[in-house]
């Protein structure tokens, strides 16, 4: 049972930065990979952000703007949003993978927080 709590979200205006953390009940450093998704009113839900290991991973309308990086020792995830744009807003979620390999198996186990609302409106 791991718990991921986002917190972080908010009301901006078009231009301003905000940053999201995430919470995990238990060691990150556990996890192969953790990220961030986001769902837009009415959108398909799409990975933002990822890191896993030394790597980081963005979508394209993100890069150069936001960053994704995590503290083991305060077990969070964060998100640093700046530039911030109309089409951010949305509800964004953290994930978190682990990944097992058993028996010849692969089985991989996602964990997601409930979300923050990001909205970015002047």
């Known amino acids: 049972q791991v718990q991921l709590v986002e917190s972080g979200g908010g009301l901006v205006q078009p231009g301003s930065s905000l940053t999201l953390s995430c919470a995990a009940s238990g060691s990150i450093s556990s996890f192969n990979a953790m990220s961030w998704y986001r769902q837009a009113p009415g959108k398909q839900r799409e990975l933002a952000a990822s890191?896993?290991?030394?790597?980081?991973n963005y979508v394209d309308s993100v890069k150069g703007r936001f960053t994704i990086s995590r503290d083991n020792a305060k077990n969070t995830l964060y998100l640093q949003m700046n530039s911030l744009k109309f089409e951010d807003t949305g509800v964004y979620y953290c994930n978190a993978r682990s990944e097992i390999t058993k028996f010849g198996v692969w089985l991989p186990s996602d964990y997601w927080g409930r979300g923050t609302q990001v909205t970015v409106s002047s």
């Open positions: 890191i896993s290991g030394g790597s980081t």
